[in-house]
């Protein structure tokens, strides 16, 4: 059973770019979510998807996108990316529905976005 | 609103000995889970435990055990005779029930020094 899979897992980009990192989630999961993690914090919830719709979303703003596959893997966006979009990428995959019982997630490694 | 409160940032124990980590949330919701999860400097986070709100009973797994006290809205995690394999930086997260979204604490740095 593979875990989570996330690419690339280093990159930098410049201020005003786009980048767009990609997800593959844990074989039977359904449900992709999304976390950034600023350096010293904890994860913050950018958005969340289940079954290619995105299902409850985070304080960030709408440069931040993202899809689902029909192979439930999952791509999130920046746009007119900002110093402070450096931070590290988590993506997490579960089975279920996003609004029932949460029997946790299982994260990837993450991608570390620079942005200079 | 999910809030979860981990106040100490580093802790560095010698190694074999316990070492504990205090975990205090707040919501206003009765139905809720609880998890830990420690994120070795390979950056992913690996799940240790989830907990229901109406579960109280603490568990123990190895040398791990976690106290939940809802009475005190706290979470607390207990890792004996550490190793220096517990080196990580461990976090307390908070969801509610039909919500998935998780509400994490700033994390607590584990250094064990062998």
């Known amino acids: 059973e593979t875990g989570v899979t996330q690419s690339p897992t280093h990159l930098i980009k410049t201020r005003g770019q786009q980048v767009t990192l990609r997800c593959s989630s844990q074989s039977g999961h359904n449900t992709v979510s999304w976390y950034q993690q600023a350096l010293g914090q904890g994860p913050q919830f950018i958005f969340q998807y289940y079954r290619e719709e995105e299902n409850g979303r985070g304080n960030f703003p709408p440069r931040f996108s993202g899809l689902q596959f029909p192979n439930y893997s999952s791509e999130l966006n920046v746009n007119a990316l900002e110093l402070d979009d450096s931070a590290l990428y988590l993506c997490?995959?579960?089975?279920?529905?996003?609004?029932?019982?949460?029997?946790?997630?299982?994260f990837g490694s993450g991608t570390r976005l620079t942005v200079v | 609103a999910q809030k979860v409160t981990q106040a100490q940032t580093e802790i560095s124990v010698v190694e074999k000995e316990d070492v504990t980590l205090d975990c205090v949330y707040e919501t206003r919701d009765t139905t809720y889970y609880l998890f830990w999860y420690k994120q070795p400097p390979s950056g992913e986070l690996v799940f240790l435990i989830r907990r229901n709100s109406f579960d109280e009973q603490n568990e123990i797994s190895g040398r791990y055990s976690w106290n939940f006290q809802k009475s005190t809205s706290s979470f607390n995690f207990t890792i004996t005779a550490s190793q220096v394999v517990d080196s990580a930086v461990y976090f307390c997260a908070l969801s509610k029930y039909g919500n998935n979204r998780l509400a994490f604490g700033k994390g607590n740095q584990v250094v064990v020094i062998p």
């Open positions: 997490a995959s579960s089975l279920g529905h996003p609004l029932g019982v949460n029997y946790g997630y299982t």
